[in-house]
């Protein structure tokens, strides 16, 4: 077969060294790392994650701390990965048709992920493992816990989520062409396999979790006595709309991709246009949210508020990080992070997020994101934890008086 032009011309560079279940498999195994990272750095400043997501604590201190045995569950996971990786590239040696022929390999790795994740391995971080599977469980129908009994916890994962969007996207279409007639997971990502919306419903999931997590606390806000420090919910309905703004932006990147003037009754640069108006709209309306709502700084505050002599300048009065440029260095990369939309306006790199390549970038760049934006995320919820919050939730807060979503 390796002379075969239907096969041959299907792969394009990267499928050939990485397929798409090995991507898929290294954006996952990666998130495992940063939230080590994470949970690490955050106790170095002093700042106990576990408790404010109600981590299951530690029985003895002859037990390692948290991010030791999230490393070690990550290190677990990482030497299989290269080890099934070295052995793909051994059998296959650049063949497009072995590259199709042994999908068998990254699906036994995805087996074995499994099985660390859900088979009780003591020294495999099992209370860590079980929180995880636990809360994933009661976040994945859109659930969310009360305050005491976790809620950061559901929010934090739910929103790591909405980053995940795109590689549960490709994860689908992994196995979608595993399970197809005549296909393999491991050749050309087909990415109208299963239909042409059934993807985009499947990026669509974590918004429609986080928007029905919204929903229920307003809710419970509208259920609960009201008063001035209790508000009447606005910031929840607020962070809702934040979440529905993905879903324009999804359904028109589908219509652009399986273009047909014929159903969709619009030209194809109109269609752009609305699509460009409502990835401006998603991105910016996000980055001003954690700015100004997840992180608690004041740069989209009055001039007042902003100008504070008592914080640096866009900050706020009560920060963990060493210097203020860790701040601003993260606002900076949220933004450009927040748009990389904007290859598509330029006439060179227009066609990056369309390329295999450019949309493995864009899923590692998302994580990345993501994994910057839980450090700061998290300082927050422990600076409002130990000095209270800031006026603006205290007025927007919910029911138990107390800001614990943004």
Known sequence: MDGDPAVEPELDTLSLILPLPYRVAIILVLGVWAWGLNLHYLAILKIDAPALIKYPSRPSSTIPPHHRRTYRLAYTATIPLIFFILLFWLITHGSPSLVVKWEILPQLYFFLLIVLFVVPFQQLSRTGRYWFLST????????????????????LLADVLTSYAKVLGDLFISECMLVSSGSSSTNKPDRSCGGQYVVPIIISIPSMIRLRQCLIEYSRVRKGQKSVSTGWGGQHLANALKYSSAFPVIILSALQRGYDPNKIGMSETGLFRLWLFFVFLNSFYSFYWDVAKDWDLTLFSSSAERNNLEHPWGLRRHTHFHTKEMYYG?????LMLRCTWSFKLSPHLDHFNDLEGGIFVMEFLEIFRRFIWI???????????????????????????RSDDD
């Not at 469980?137 to 929010?155: C, P």
């Open 136 to 155: 994933l469980r009661r976040v994945s129908i859109g659930r969310i816990a009360e305050a005491q009994d976790g809620k950061f916890g559901d929010i």
């Open 330 to 334: 993260a606002i900076l990369l949220d």
């Open 375 to 401: 450090f700061f995320r998290v300082e927050t919820e422990w600076v409002r934890a130990n000095r209270g919050p800031p006026l603006d939730e205290i007025l927007l807060a919910d029911y138990s008086g």
